[in-house]
């Protein structure tokens, strides 16, 4: 398999709200994939999503499941918003979904280049986030978590939050190849009594060591810890086929 920095095969093309007025679950498993694309000083700086995790109104682990705010109001408009919020200090990434209250966080990616997005703009990517000694961050770890992918695209709340898509801008971007085959396992983060057993949380299974927290790691069980699902949520009965790297 070749390497998960590597070259667009097309074109590919903006996504369109519509794309993102969908159901959140549906949602965070069609965002793995895609590619979000971010100009900064006229470079645009662009990472594959690898890691997604979908929220609900209903459920007691969203943010809007605490009402309505004005600083909430993002996640009660139509598909295809932006919402941003502070945590443990970075900023965070989200996606409106069909539905008030309904929302998908973008939780980590994987830096992509191709003719748009060269050398320059990963190199750009490792200033903005550099590692604890201020040298470049290794390609692998930089958008390893949701404020790292932040902080390496330069995405900040006071500029998008709230914002629609901007294709002079920011904007995500299907460059084909999305996986066919995902891991679905419980979200992060999540306190114990607010529904952190929910399997609202999606992988994409050839860049799993490159997530938040691999859920593929040693230990972890099929069927116990996490499940395998096709695209569209259903179960698969056995661990899919992977390209070997």
Not at 31 to 38: A, D, F, M, S
Not at 51 to 72: I, N
Not at 143 to 158: H, I
Request: some cysteine.
């Amino acid at each position: 398999m070749a390497s998960p920095i590597q070259a667009s095969r097309g074109a590919g093309k903006a996504l369109p709200d519509a794309f993102f007025d969908r159901d959140a679950c549906t949602l965070a498993r069609d965002l793995l994939g895609k590619v979000i694309r971010h100009c900064v000083d006229g470079l645009w700086l662009s990472v594959r999503i690898i890691e997604t995790e979908a929220y609900y109104l209903e459920e007691k682990g969203s943010h809007a499941s605490l009402g309505y705010t004005h600083k909430r109001r993002a996640l009660f408009m139509d598909g295809g918003v932006i919402y941003m919020y502070y945590a443990r200090g970075g900023d965070s990434l989200n996606f409106s979904a069909a539905g008030p209250g309904n929302a998908v966080l973008i939780k980590s990616g994987y830096p992509w280049t191709d003719a748009l997005s060269g050398p320059d703009a990963l190199a750009r990517m490792q200033q903005l986030n550099p590692d604890a000694r201020d040298l470049p961050r290794p390609p692998s770890r930089l958008c390893a978590g949701q404020t790292l992918l932040c902080r390496s695209l330069g995405l900040k709340v006071p500029q998008w939050d709230t914002r629609r898509f901007d294709p002079n801008a920011l904007y995500v971007e299907d460059v084909g190849g999305s996986p066919q085959a995902l891991v679905c396992t419980t979200r992060l983060g999540i306190p114990p009594g607010r529904d952190e057993h929910l399997h609202y949380r999606f992988v994409d299974p050839a860049y799993a060591a490159f997530c938040t927290r691999n859920p593929l790691r040693r230990g972890q069980r099929a069927g116990h810890d996490y499940v395998w699902v096709d695209r569209q949520g259903v179960v698969l009965p056995e661990a899919p086929e992977l390209p070997a790297r």
